[in-house]
């Protein structure tokens, strides 16, 4: 082989060499460059990252997505201000009072110097139990002259009326009642008269 054969020969595999190795850096500096960025995110290696600077935020579509309700603890109950509210008048029941009522005898005769009990002409001492006597009004016609009535109450004359004429109301002296302390009620007829009705008036407390 000739000097210059072996000069071009070593030239071409020295330029062959040459580029295998450039080529083999080539491969090799990017793995070795990973492997040290790699043991630098390790703890304990000295490696701070850069600053981050946030991008624009640009927000999505919201989906709401299923509600479960959790178990509701109830806290402490505060009470707060009172404020009355408008006030409505309820009905109006009528207070309980007197009750009063009627008893009517009928006599339609004439009627001279009698006594009339009361007792004996209805069942005015049954059917006026617990009632209280407030008066008796006579019902007299075609009178006699001089006559006059009287109200016998136990046996004790407590009113009387001397001027006879249609309508005569006695009244007794004190509150008596049916039952209690009232044994017999009668009215007194002095001289002739002609006697309608006799109507005992009572009152209920």
Do not use: C, W
């Amino acid at each position: 082989m000739t000097p210059s054969k072996l000069l071009l020969t070593a030239a071409a595999v020295l330029f062959t060499g040459t580029q295998t190795l450039a080529d083999s850096f080539s491969i090799i500096t990017p793995g070795r460059d990973r492997d040290y960025r790699d043991n630098a995110r390790r703890p304990g290696n000295d490696y701070r990252p850069g600053p981050v600077r946030p991008g624009p935020v640009r927000p999505g579509p919201v989906r709401p997505g299923p509600v479960r309700p959790g178990p509701i603890r109830p806290g402490p109950v505060r009470p707060g201000p009172v404020r009355p509210g408008p006030i409505y008048p309820g009905p109006v029941r009528p207070v309980p009072g007197p009750h009063y009522i009627q008893k009517v005898i009928y006599i339609n005769r004439y009627v001279m110097n009698e006594a009339l009990y009361l007792q004996n002409l209805s069942d005015l001492f049954y059917s006026a139990q617990g009632y209280r006597l407030e008066s008796v009004t006579v019902e007299a016609t075609q009178i006699g002259y001089g006559a006059a009535l009287q109200l016998l109450v136990n046996g004790y004359v407590e009113s009387a009326d001397y001027t006879v004429y249609g309508l005569s109301t006695l009244y007794p002296n004190y509150s008596r009642v049916f039952g209690y302390d009232l044994s017999t009620l009668a009215v007194q007829v002095h001289g002739s008269a002609f006697i309608n009705r006799i109507t005992v008036n009572l009152r209920l407390d």
